[in-house]
């Protein structure tokens, strides 16, 4: 396991943060990897990636990582694919990054 403590990509949007994810599906446990060099945070999910199981297992993961509920994650692009753009609402993007570095 490569861990890097680098900042994630993150930014604020109007209404919240945003971050850049890349999903590993059908992985042994659920898990934040690491940074990546493009800032992009990678994450491990137990769950497979047919009919939106791997996205649903996602924001239940992220609402855990991150003490917030599930309606206040969203998943804005990347739906059907393993890079993601999620946006977390009502957080800025200083607080969902020293949640995230918490976790790593």
Known sequence: ??????????????????????????????????VLPDQTIKIRLTAPPVEGKANEALIGFLSKVLDVSRSRI???????????LVSILDMDSSEAQARILKMI
Do not use: C, H, Q, Y
Not at 74 to 84: V, W
């Open 74 to 84: 969203e998943i804005i692009a990347g739906d059907t694919g393993r890079d993601k």
């Open 1 to 34: 396991m490569n861990v890097s403590k680098k900042s994630p990509k993150l930014s604020d949007g109007r209404r919240g943060a945003a971050l850049a994810i890349r999903v590993t599906p059908r992985a042994r446990r659920d898990e934040i990897v690491e």
